[in-house]
């Protein structure tokens, strides 16, 4: 949906920044321009046409937080590097000491191979800077690092540089074992001309340092942004073959969604395909990008555009996953395959490749139906799909993960995607009514993706969203999710490491967190427009989260927590809590 936004900034920041003018609207103190979020029109009631994949949630965010006209001032200058490990009680280390207040969410998290104690976890960060000389602030996101090299007890903070960019978010984080590097991949994008936020390109920083410093980013698909074609480069994710016995040792593989748009707005939703590009010299070039989401009149006949059929060109949450032999594993989900007939419910398609992604094979169903369709979640007042009590919008995404004691041929490697979907939910066949008991749901494939068994549904009570899932050396299979099953009202999340030791045919479910979670009195992402609030309900607390296991075979969920009351006296339409980076270690 679209809507006007606030950014408080210098204008002569800008012109620094972005490299043009802006025409400004005053205010006490400070100068302002609008932004408006980069989204495709938002349903309204009674709505039933076809609404395209959702454009990730940072540029949601950075709208939301940049039209806080109330933010300078209500939280401390952000430091460019701190460390610190504040234990919040039972382990909970909430990872983030750059501020206290401000919002930290959608978390990545990877553990070194070569030394479980070396662990490196990103996040969205949002950022208050003072202006020299100037008596205001200056808002925006950048993407923040945080390192431990003691198991996660202690935590550098650091920022990644977005490269001459304004905003940078979606962070992905891999290590190479070959080259010792750390690999950050991130979404940068810019203020551009009458206020929309554009050009939003996929890159990649590497440490060689082991995470206490990252280098300029290397630019792996470039967006655009003209009155007539928007290219967006959207959620990216990074995986890389730490088998020393493949051919592809060390290479780096990064997906992500390319969402075309035509017209004088991105309401004119086109397309939005896979993209596919990789390093073999540790991040600083990378292959042109190409797409390999592919086609197939059987999965993808049914499109909410016309020109797509038998394409598959609806996608988006795009995964890459290495298997024990080099065999490299996409998994992404996908609009095409019943269309309207079921409200556009999502599949999930994987495609994987045996020589590096020279040559890519299917795409092959995982699943389908997940009961993300229209009508199969309420509405947020953004226009976006929600929880029963909440304001957040919420997808049905995970990701893809490889048993490596599985294999090493693709016949006989084990995958495993987790996802969440509303099956058990009251779904009436109108999101006005609908009612949300959102499940975590597991399938397998025995036979690298060729063939799936049915899913396996982990929970039942009340409401789980945001899967991650993981296989350890041990080959026992690990999801963490945000899971609202500890509070009776089911409004309240905590977190939930699922564990399978029978290869995903059975669970046993271990709470992780030691408090609750309220995205009902939430600080920040509470404003709609400049006048408009959603009374302390966040609308936005991340996209995804996520997990990793160690060598040693400790696991490390790190989520999204809104358990810290960071202001005890918020400003009208806002609440108390804040959005930290939190992790645990769970032998």
């Known amino acids: 949906m679209k809507s006007s936004k606030r950014l408080v900034i210098s204008i002569g920041v800008v012109a620094l920044f972005l490299g043009f003018a802006l025409m400004p609207a005053k205010i006490t103190g400070v100068q302002s321009v609008r932004a408006v979020s980069p989204t495709p029109a938002g349903p309204v009631s009674g709505d039933r046409s076809y609404h395209p994949p959702p454009l990730s949630g940072i540029f949601q965010a950075a709208s939301n937080f940049a039209n806080d006209s109330t933010a300078p001032g209500q939280g401390a200058i952000t430091k460019s590097f701190c460390t610190n490990g504040t234990d919040l009680g039972g382990g909970n280390i909430r990872i983030n000491c750059d501020s206290a207040k401000l919002p930290h969410n959608e978390l990545s998290i990877a553990v070194d191979p070569a030394n479980p104690n070396h662990i490196v976890a990103g996040s969205n960060d949002y950022e208050l800077f003072s202006i020299p000389g100037a008596s205001g602030f200056l808002q925006k996101i950048i993407a923040g690092y945080y390192t431990s090299t003691d198991g996660g007890t202690t935590w550098l903070n650091g920022h990644i540089d977005p490269g001459g960019f304004f905003f940078s978010g979606d962070p992905s984080i891999a290590f190479n074992k070959k080259l010792g590097l750390v690999h950050y991949a991130t979404v940068g994008f810019n203020l551009g001309a009458g ?9 990649v920083n590497t440490s060689r340092d082991g995470g206490l410093t990252f280098e ?16 967006f480069n959207d959620k990216p994710y990074i995986a890389v073959d730490n088998n020393s016995g493949s051919p592809h040792y060390g290479r780096l593989y990064v997906t992500c969604t390319r969402f075309e748009f035509f017209g004088a707005s991105q309401s004119g939703y086109f397309r939005s395909p896979i993209l596919f590009s990789y390093s073999d010299d540790g991040g600083n070039s990378f292959s042109d990008p190409k797409e390999i989401s592919g086609s197939s009149a059987t999965l993808c006949h049914n499109p909410g555009i016309s020109s797509n059929e038998d394409v598959c060109n609806e996608n988006q949450d795009s995964v890459p996953a290495v298997g024990p ?14 269309g309207s007939a079921h409200g556009f419910r999502d599949q999930y398609l994987v495609v994987r490749s045996t020589d590096g992604g020279q040559t890519f094979q299917g795409p092959f169903q995982a699943v389908f139906p997940i009961f993300d369709g229209n009508d199969d979640y309420p509405r947020n007042m953004e226009g976006r799909q929600t929880l029963s009590n909440s304001q957040f919008r919420v997808n049905s995404a995970g990701n893809i993960t490889v048993d490596p004691t599985s294999g090493p041929a693709p016949g006989s490697t084990n995958l495993y995607i987790a996802f969440s979907d509303n099956r058990n939910g009251t779904l009436t066949g109108d999101f006005n009514t609908v009612a949300t008991n ?7 494939s025995s036979s690298g993706g060729t063939s799936w068994n049915a899913p396996v549904v982990l929970t039942s009570a009340r409401v789980q969203f945001y899967p991650w899932v993981a296989v350890g050396l041990d080959g026992n299979l690990r999801v963490a999710f945000s899971d609202r099953n500890y509070d009776p009202s089911n409004i309240q999340y905590g977190e939930t490491l699922a564990s399978s030791f029978d290869g995903g045919i059975s669970f046993s479910l271990l709470r992780v967190d030691t408090g609750l979670s309220n995205p009902n009195d939430s600080r920040f992402q509470t404003e709609i427009t400049k006048t408009s609030t959603t009374n302390g309900k966040a609308l936005f607390i991340g996209d995804y989260n996520g997990l990793d296991i160690g060598s040693d ?33 769970v032998p």
């Open 325 to 338: 032999d080099g065999t490299l594993y996409v998994a992404f989900e996908n609009g095409e395959f019943e």
């Open 216 to 231: 300029r980013p290397t630019v792996v698909a470039h967006g655009t942004g003209s009155r007539l074609v928007q290219i």
């Open 553 to 585: 075979l400790v696991m490390h969920p790190a989520w999204t927590d809104m358990r810290t009351t960071a202001y005890t006296n918020p400003p009208p339409g806002t609440g108390h809590k804040t959005q930290d980076a939190v992790t645990a270690s």
């Open 438 to 444: 959102t499940d975590i749901v597991v399938v397998k």
């Open 195 to 203: 206020g929309a936020f554009t050009v939003p390109t996929v890159q």
